[in-house]
């Protein structure tokens, strides 16, 4: 089987995806990558090649063009403005719907019919706007989500408590922005729930940590990338490699016609099912605050489309 992604936007996001997935044993064979500039893409082509005497897996590295998507498996699109020092991720929302538009109607007039995973801010709106530019399945595009944000948190509870972040189940869900949170009533170490190791104010500390992690890292260096390349590349994996596993991915909520952070089950298909969490009453009244926020969102932007 040809596993082929398609790469749409070749700056720091789409390139440390790029190069994660040459770093990393993975399911992929072919690697496309579609950009403007492209000049620099054949540079950067030209760079990732050389990498493969040394890489786990074999790859087809090449500069392509929106005919690519015809027979991809997965179009992954990480093009758009970037979110600048003091901007929100819902500032970028006019400016990327623009982009997404004429992208998405220019892969599917390609005849894709393969699955969309989208890395742009704002994530959930912008995963939202790919399925109704897209006409395809709400399975077939999916978000990256709170994945990163789930991995922010694994991270900081494993440091916090001197146990590897593999063994911290827990999860950031919702938007991924500002509304996020953590349901810490599902929340555990090995079997035991997070509250026999942090307390309140502890957690409460993790999840603020965890939340602005975005803002502390773009004032130090103008922009996060690395990691989101290496939850594309956990989600790349689980969809070829037809995993069935659990990922917070921003998934359709057909009850509110939103893209929405969850815990998600991944295979071949894309999303095969969402994974509902019993929330508290404090967790759902979070819930339903994200849930407001991108349903305003996405209402703003329609009156204005």
Not at 292 to 305: H, R, V, W
Request: contains cysteine; negative net charge; aromatic residues 8%.
């Amino acid at each position: 089987m040809n596993n082929k992604v398609v790469l749409i936007g070749c700056g720091n996001v789409g390139m440390s995806y790029a190069y994660a997935l040459l770093n990393q044993k993975t399911f992929v064979n072919e690697l496309v990558l579609i950009d403007l500039d492209v000049e620099r893409i054949k540079g950067e082509v030209m760079d990732l090649n050389h990498c493969l005497a040394f890489a786990p897996s074999k790859i087809n590295i090449k500069v392509g063009t929106y005919e690519d998507c015809n027979d991809a498996s997965i179009v992954c699109i990480c093009a758009g403005a970037n979110q600048n020092p003091g901007e929100t991720r819902m500032d970028l929302i006019q400016k990327n719907s623009k982009i997404f538009k004429s992208i998405v109607n220019e892969v599917m007039n390609n005849g894709f019919q393969g699955i969309f995973l989208v890395a742009t801010n704002p994530l959930d709106v912008m995963t939202y706007i790919t399925w109704k530019y897209s006409g395809l399945s709400t399975n077939k595009v999916i978000g990256s989500g709170t994945s990163l944000d789930t991995a922010r948190l694994r991270y900081m509870i494993g440091e916090k408590l001197g146990i590897s972040p593999k063994n911290v189940h827990a999860y950031v869900i919702g938007e991924h922005g500002d509304s996020e949170f953590v349901p810490w009533s599902n929340a555990n170490v090995g079997l035991q729930n997070i509250s026999h190791f942090l307390t309140e104010e502890e957690c409460n500390e993790i999840y603020v940590n965890v939340r602005d992690a975005a803002y502390e890292i773009i004032n130090r260096k103008g922009a996060t990338y690395y990691g989101i390349g290496m939850c594309l590349v956990r989600i790349t994996n689980a969809i070829l490699g037809d995993e069935n596993s659990i990922i917070t991915v921003s998934a359709y909520d057909d009850s509110n016609d939103i893209y929405i952070g969850s815990p998600c089950i991944l295979n071949r298909n894309g999303i095969k099912e969402r994974v509902l969490v019993n929330l508290n009453n404090d967790e759902l009244n979070k819930l339903q605050l994200s849930i407001d926020t991108l349903k305003k969102a996405i209402e703003g932007l329609e009156k204005t489309s």
